[in-house]
T-cell receptor, first 115, second 113 residues
Framework: EAGVVQSPRYKIIEKKQPVAFWCNPI?????LYWYLQNLGQGPELLIR????????DSQLPKDRFSAERLKGVDSTLKIQPAELGDSAVYLC?????????????FGEGSRLTVL | AQSVTQLGSHVSVSEGALVLLRCNYS??????LFWYVQYPNQGLQLLLK??????LVKGINGFEAEFKKSETSFHLTKPSAHMSDAAEYFC???????????FGKGTRLSVIA
């Protein structure tokens, strides 16, 4: 069974440029998460989707970040415009159902460098 | 709100020695507790989890952790370290699975030959 797939793995852009990350969760997983991982830190939740609905986006900086999960499967996280402080790893995770076992399955992450 | 504190950002052990990574949690309700491992340039992989069943939880790769409510702890142990155990380890908590996982800052484990 395929795991959570993210792309691109690495992205280098100049500040003020836009960037987008894509995530394909494990088949059948209704819940999808985007986490931000700064260097030397643990992951921090940005947004959680239940199917196509964003049910927890309180930590998403909405002035420059946006996300969507069309048809309740793949998801895209966008930053526009990017700032130097956005350099980090963006992790996507999925789970079968929220609140059942709590276990999340993570992708390998998308590492963003903003110059 | 729930939180976890991982004591020691870096732990170094000799190959074959005991591994002990410390995690203390804060939660207003019975917690679900997790340990994840992250190898360089990879995502997080679940090592083990506690969801209110047996307090001693066994995971993959010979790791285990014990839930101690009186100490609000969930320390990770392995009797004998292997070179392949070198990685970043994260403790995480959820309020009975009803809230998204909150992660600690991580502990980097180095294994010396």
């Amino acid at each position: 069974e395929a795991g959570v797939v993210q792309s691109p793995r690495y992205k280098i852009i100049e500040k003020k440029q836009p960037v987008a990350f894509w995530c394909n969760p494990i088949s059948g997983h209704n819940t999808l998460y985007w986490y931000l991982q700064n260097l030397g830190q643990g992951p921090e939740l940005l947004i959680r989707y239940e199917n196509e609905e964003a049910v927890d986006d309180s930590q998403l900086p909405k002035d420059r970040f946006s996300a969507e999960r069309l048809k309740g499967v793949d998801s895209t996280l966008k930053i526009q415009p990017a700032e130097l402080g956005d350099s980090a790893v963006y992790l996507c995770a999925s789970s079968l159902e929220f609140g059942v076992t709590g276990e999340l399955f993570f992708g390998e992450g998308s590492r963003l460098t903003v110059l | 709100a729930q939180s976890v504190t991982q004591l020691g950002s870096h732990v170094s052990v000799s190959e074959g020695a005991l591994v002990l990574l410390r995690c203390n949690y804060s939660s207003s309700v019975p917690p679900y507790l997790f340990w994840y491992v992250q190898y360089p340039n990879q995502g997080l992989q679940l090592l083990l989890k506690y969801t209110s069943a047996a307090t001693l939880v066994k995971g993959i790769n010979g790791f285990e952790a014990e839930f101690k409510k009186s100490e609000t702890s969930f320390h990770l142990t392995k009797p004998s370290a292997h070179m392949s155990d070198a990685a970043e380890y994260f403790c995480a908590v959820s309020d009975m699975g009803n809230t998204p996982l909150v992660f600690g800052k991580g502990t980097r484990l180095s294994v010396i030959a």
